[in-house]
C-alpha cells in the first residue's frame, strides 16, 4: 500500500530500523517583522533623539551618542520592535548620569486623525 487506508485516512508507516528520525527539536529562528521598516525607524528615532539632546545639553554630543548607541544595542537585544523602548531607554541612562529629563517630542509624532481625515482616506 501507500500510505492510504481504503477509508481515506492516512496511517504512519513504521519506521526501518536503520532509519534515523528527522530532527525537529530544534526551534526556527526567530524572524523579525518588517525587517526595513524597523531599521529605518530606529535610525530616524536615533537622528532625532541625538539632535533633541543636543539641544537639551550642548557640549555632550559625544556621551549622548554613546548613550543612544548603548541602548540602540539594548533595545534590540530585548525586543524585535527596539524603536519602541529607546527612547525610554536613553531617558533612564542619562538620568543615571544625573542629567534632568529632556523634551523630546515634535509636531511630526503622530496624532489620531480626524474624522474628516478618515472620509478622505477612505476616498482615496
Known amino acids: 500500500m ?4 481504503p477509508t481515506g485516512r492516512s496511517y504512519k508507516r513504521p519506521a526501518k530500523p536503520n532509519q534515523k528520525p528527522m530532527k525537529t527539536e530544534t526551534p526556527p529562528s526567530p524572524v523579525t517583522p518588517f525587517p ?3 531599521v529605518l ?3 530616524h528615532l536615533k537622528e532625532r533623539l541625538q539632535y533633541d539632546y543636543d539641544r537639551a545639553y550642548p557640549g555632550l554630543d559625544e556621551i549622548i551618542r554613546l ?3 548603548q541602548e540602540e544595542a539594548r533595545a534590540w537585544d530585548l525586543s524585535s520592535f527596539p524603536h519602541l523602548l529607546l527612547p525610554d531607554l536613553v531617558e533612564t541612562h542619562l ?3 544625573g ?3 529632556a523634551e523630546t ?3 511630526t509624532t503622530l496624532t ?3 474624522r474628516a481625515d478618515l472620509v478622505l482616506a477612505e476616498a482615496c
Open 95 to 97: 538620568a543615571q548620569l
Open 41 to 43: 525607524a530606529i535610525a
Open 67 to 69: 548613550v543612544i548607541a
Open 112 to 114: 489620531p486623525l480626524s
Open 105 to 107: 517630542r515634535h509636531e
Open 36 to 38: 526595513r521598516a524597523v
Open 2 to 5: 501507500n500510505g492510504v487506508i
Open 99 to 101: 542629567l534632568p529629563s
